[in-house]
Structure formats: C-alpha cells, structure tokens
C-alpha cells in the first residue's frame, strides 16, 4: 500500500485566491482527518470523516474553510478565500477503526502571500 | 482546559540516558493512547500505542498509562542524538466518535 497520499506537497498562493488540497487515504480507513500544524498552535484538528460523513468539524477556524469527502478514497480541503494566517502544513490522517492508531500523509505546506 | 497536555520543552538529556516525556488528557472516556515521533519537515510517525493500564515495553521505547491519573508517559532508555525530535502524545476518545486530539509535542535534544 502506498500509504496517505496528499498533494500538492508545496502551495504558493496570493492571497484572496481559492486553494484546494487533496487526500487519497488507505483503502479500509474509515476514518480520515485533516489536521493543520503551526509552530504556534501544534497539531490542530480540522474535521473528521467517518465512512465519508463529517462526524465533527467544530475545528474548522471559519466559513471560508470547507472539506468533503465525496468517496472513500478521496478528500479535499477548501480555502476560498485563503489568507496570510491559513499559512501552515496541513496533514491527512487516516485509522481504519475507533481506536486503532493514525497514519499520515506528508503534508502540504500551504504559504498565503 | 486542553484536552491533551503536554510540557513543550525544549527537554535536553545527554547521549544514553534515559528521556521522560509525560502528558495528561481531560476526557475520561479515552480509550486507547499513542506516541508519534516528528522530526523536523516531516510527517508524525507512530511509535507506540497504549489501551491497558501499566507499562509497555518495545525496544528502547517504553509506554506507561495510568487511566485513573489520565496520565500517560513516555520513555526512552540509551538516548541517542537520533532520537531527537519533537514527541506528540495523542487520545483516542471513544466518547467523541473516535475524535483523535494531539497535544503540543515535546521536543527532544540527545546531546552527544
């Protein structure tokens, strides 16, 4: 298995521009997280999928973020419009039951300039 | 309150002895428990996961939970300079849907 696949690893954007992250988890992982990392505030997370429904997304820091998880083999992250504070690496994660361990992918690092 | 906590350090330790990385959780209902490692630039890797009260051995690693402290901690015997990264110790909480909660990471520096 390939492991937690995201893309793009590296995102450049201006600011007020609409970016979408991508995540291609295990196959078998019915849960899929997204998290994002700042030196300042850690390992934050976002919103959660289980079996493609968001169970929880009170961690998502405004209305200009959105996620979905349309199939069971793919996720994405909206930011539109995105800002200079959304600059951060954001992680895809990825259990296969309720207390099994997280698998990551390697992170975009997003930059908003 | 945060739901994780831990001591973001820097915690510095010379080359073989032993590094203690601690972290306490607020929901009782947690149910299993994990050490990722993360080294700079990179992905949070497991190394340990924990579900029972007690002590879990893996090599130079070692797991102990205490459910009723809601304490978990970390140890690592013979440090080495490899070995330094920043710890997240994360929460499994059965009562939030399996909601997984890290808490700031402990860096680590193994001086040689």
């Known amino acids: 298995d390939a492991g937690v696949i995201q893309s793009p690893r590296h995102e450049v954007t201006e600011m007020g521009q609409e970016v979408t992250l991508r995540c291609k988890p295990i196959?078998?992982?019915?849960?899929l997280f997204w998290y994002r990392q700042t030196m300042m505030r850690g390992l934050e997370l976002l919103i959660y999928?289980?079996?493609?429904?968001?169970?929880?997304d009170s961690g998502m820091p405004e209305d200009r973020f959105s996620a979905k998880m349309p199939n069971a083999s793919f996720s994405t992250l909206k930011i539109q419009p995105s800002e200079p504070r959304d600059s951060a690496v954001y992680f895809c994660?990825?259990?296969?039951?309720?207390?099994?361990?997280?698998?990551f992918g390697q992170g975009t690092r997003l930059t908003v300039v | 309150q945060k739901e994780v906590e831990q001591n973001s350090g820097p915690l510095s330790v010379p080359e073989g002895a032993i590094a203690s990385l601690n972290c306490t959780y607020s929901?009782?209902?947690?149910?299993?428990f994990f050490w990722y490692r993360q080294y700079s630039g990179k992905s949070p890797e497991l190394i340990m996961s924990?579900?029972?009260?007690g002590d879990k051995e893996d090599g130079r690693f070692t797991a102990q939970l205490n459910k009723a402290s809601q304490y978990v901690s970390l140890l690592i015997r013979d440090s080495q300079p490899s070995d330094s990264a920043t710890y997240l110790c994360?929460?499994?909480?059965?009562?939030?849907?399996?909601?997984?909660?890290f808490g700031q990471g402990t860096e680590l520096s193994v001086k040689p």
């Open positions: 999928f289980n079996n493609n429904v968001p169970i929880d």
């Open positions: 929901d009782r209902g947690s149910q299993s």
């Open positions: 994360a929460v499994n909480s059965n009562n939030q849907g399996g909601k997984l909660i």
């Open positions: 924990i579900y029972s009260n």
């Open positions: 196959s078998g992982h019915d849960y």
């Open positions: 994660a990825g259990k296969r039951e309720l207390n099994t361990e997280a698998f």
